[in-house]
């Protein structure tokens, strides 16, 4: 599940459930203290949950196929020159 | 059953909260008509701009001259933006966007955050520049409270379902309330409905993440709603056919490319483009803005991938980028990099371009940001003769805002008991508990994968693909197929999943009204290649492509592209 909050900090409010732009959370004020991320799978990962929170109680798990594939910038030269160890 | 909760009444209905959709209804509100908004997630945190933006594409005279057409030119030929624009629309544009670049300053978005005017990213080096550096982290907060204070109402959790027509013209909507688990229904009597639901997603295959449909790089909220409405109502779209794709980090799928500043490489270190050779502060690199297939050249002609390199970026520049990212609401993708290790001062990361999607493809407008259906309006990104992003949804959110908010007898307004007792109203209800009531039916998300996987492969978009008449005539009798499939069998558990499920069937419409248009465009003109017309007519270059329904046929039409001053 993409967003994970810690119900140690969360206070209740209800702000992430009623900002979340696709609607990740369910929230139930009557019978639950913290909102669940039912639709975790529709997270769009926009942060905003986690900037709105009053507690700082949100973080974002990225999926592992989203990893962002990258180099070592230096490493970026001709084959030849690196085996010359330029 | 499924009740209708509540009728509302307004003089303008507002459809989707977003920038466009916001500033329509504030400036209708200032002419002092009764303003509603309909909004699918919540007007302070929704659609692509809820995280922020940071480039805001205007001509302000006091940096740019008194020569308007100076702009105009960059807009409509050296931009990503230009390419299917009415130039009549681009030129009403320009010479409204500092007014509302100005509106925004006062409202507190901070619209010269360095304290000057400050054009960077997205140029070339030695031309104007238009993309105004501005810090969008809270704009739709502010945006949501200067709409209440003028006396607004929206509705969050609203999202629109069926637009409703009468006697040719608009009669409201019926939308869905998805603020509990159970869904109800709403109907909104208004004689002026405002379309601003944004860009059409999760129509084609996800190309980053195969797996992942709600990886994207603008908001998956937007499922082509107001377009498929607009089009079962009989509204003229055009365009439809010019698909986009966006490029960015490799399946880390995120807008914003025009903010690394950094130079595109090969692995072998040399530019792909000929903008620039180390990063530059004013420009970026725009290669991939002029180039849009260039990273998936560069895989299949054996020199890729290609990497963004910002290593040689000052500490100074650095801290620029970084916090232009900030405000551009990309932090979720900065945290991630963060945790990862990941240091653009010292690593290259790889770039890919993302599957199709339609954003400045859809309603045609007028100037006054009207459609084919009388009080109609739409404006923002599913604008179909129109495009320039965040600046665009803005300028002509207000614009049509105006209008019609200066002009509400101009549609004689139905009572809301006529409303209600539009035949179409029971029709939406029936389908609605339908899908609820059945048990152990197709979720939305099979459907929605169905309608990707025909898209992708009937009516590819893009480089080394192509559409041909047959096979869009095969994707068309499937898409019809998947339709069928879908209303009979789709099910749903709560009012989540039913509009999810909704969504899904309104992407069945989009596709099929994409598909017709392509059939007819005979023509290559990238990203639409056919494999049987291979040539691009250059007879065709001044004209757009319009599609709308009218009693069950398809009409096509072809029209000059309007150039006046
Ligand atoms: C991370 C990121 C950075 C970007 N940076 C820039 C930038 O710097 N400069 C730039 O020019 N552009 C930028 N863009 C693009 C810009 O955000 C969009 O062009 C702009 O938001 C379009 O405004 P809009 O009103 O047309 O659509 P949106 O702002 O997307 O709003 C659409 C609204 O409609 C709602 N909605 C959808 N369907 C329905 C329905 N059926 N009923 C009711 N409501 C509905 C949605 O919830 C949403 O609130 C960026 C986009 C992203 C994602
Ligand atoms: S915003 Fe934070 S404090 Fe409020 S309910 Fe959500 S997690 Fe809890
Ligand atoms: S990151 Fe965005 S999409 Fe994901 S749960 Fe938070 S608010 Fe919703």
């Known amino acids: ?86 | 059953m499924m009740e209708i909760k509540n009728v509302y009444e307004a003089d303008v209905l507002v459809v989707g909260g977003g920038v466009a959709g916001l500033m329509a209804a504030i400036a209708a509100a200032e002419k002092g008509a009764r303003v509603l908004v309909a909004e699918k997630a919540d007007s302070r945190r929704s659609g692509s701009g809820a995280a922020g933006n940071d480039h805001f594409r205007c001509y302000i005279p006091e940096c740019h001259g008194p020569d308007v057409e100076r702009i105009v030119y960059e807009v409509l030929h050296f931009s990503q933006v230009g390419q299917c624009h009415d130039p009549h629309l681009t030129r009403v544009f320009l010479r409204r966007s500092e007014e509302i670049v100005r509106k925004w300053e006062s409202w507190g978005i901070p619209m010269r955050p360095t304290g000057q005017w400050e054009f960077t990213g997205h140029a070339y080096p030695g031309r104007v520049r238009s993309g105004l550096k501005y810090d969008g982290k809270k704009q739709k907060a502010v945006m949501t409270s200067e709409a209440k204070k003028r006396g607004v109402t929206i509705l969050n959790h609203m999202p629109v379902i069926e637009l409703l027509k009468k006697d040719g013209r608009m009669a409201g909507a019926v939308a869905l309330d998805v603020s509990a688990e159970e869904p109800s229904l709403c109907v909104i009597a208004a004689p002026s409905v405002i379309l601003g639901t944004g860009c059409t997603t999760r129509l084609y295959n996800n190309m980053a993440t195969p797996g992942w449909m709600f990886n994207l790089a603008y908001c998956p909220s937007n499922a082509g709603g107001g377009i498929a409405q607009a089009w079962r109502i009989g509204a003229k779209l055009v365009n439809l056919e010019m698909t986009s794709r966006h490029a960015g980090p490799k399946y880390f799928q995120r807008c914003g490319k025009g903010t690394w500043i950094g130079v595109l490489r090969y692995p072998d270190g040399e530019p792909l483009g000929p903008f620039v050779d180390k990063p530059d502060r004013a420009c970026g690199d725009i290669t991939s803005d002029v180039w849009n297939s260039s990273f998936t050249d560069v895989m299949k002609n054996g020199r890729g991938p290609a990497y963004m390199d910002c290593s040689g970026l000052t500490p100074e520049d650095y801290d620029y980028m970084m916090w232009g990212m900030d405000s551009e609401g990309l932090k979720g993708m900065l945290n991630y990099m963060d945790e990862a290790g990941i240091d653009p001062r010292r690593h290259a990361v790889e770039f890919m371009q993302y599957e199709p999607f339609l954003i400045g493809k859809g309603l045609e407008i007028d100037e006054h940001g009207r459609c084919s259906v009388p009080g109609l309006y739409a404006a923002g990104d599913m604008v179909g003769n129109f495009r320039a992003d965040i600046g665009g949804a803005a300028v002509f959110g207000w614009i049509a805002g105006e209008y019609a908010g200066s002009h509400i007898g101009e549609n004689a307004a139905f009572s809301d008991e006529v409303v209600c007792a539009l035949p179409h109203v029971a029709e939406v209800r029936v389908l609605c508990e339908k899908i609820m009531n059945r048990v152990g039916g197709c979720p939305w998300k099979e459907g929605n994968l169905a309608v990707q996987q025909i898209m992708t492969d009937y009516a590819p978009s893009g480089p080394h693909t192509a559409r041909s008449a047959n096979l869009l005539n095969a994707g068309l009798k499937y898409l019809g197929d998947l339709r069928q499939t879908l209303l009979s069998s789709m099910s749903a558990t709560c009012s989540h999943t039913l509009m999810r499920a909704l969504e899904t069937l309104d992407l069945v419409d989009v596709g099929e009204a994409l598909m017709h248009a392509a059939l007819e465009r005979r023509e290559t003109r990238p990203p639409h290649n056919r494999a049987d017309f291979t040539f691009t007519n250059p007879m065709l270059g001044e004209l757009f492509l319009t599609v709308r329904k009218e009693e069950g046929n398809i009409v096509k039409e072809w029209r000059k592209k309007d150039n006046s001053r």
């Open chain 1, 1 to 86: 599940m993409p967003p994970i909050i810690d119900p140690e900090k969360c206070k209740g409010c209800g702000t992430c459930a009623q900002i979340c732009p696709v609607q990740v959370f369910r929230f139930h004020r009557a019978e639950e203290k913290t909102p669940r991320p039912v639709f975790g799978e529709e997270c769009w990962h926009c942060n905003c949950c986690v900037e709105d929170c009053p507690a700082g109680a949100i973080r974002l798990r990225v999926p592992v196929p989203y990893m962002m594939v990258h180099v070592d910038a230096d490493t970026l030269k001709p084959a030849r020159s690196r085996h010359d160890g330029n």
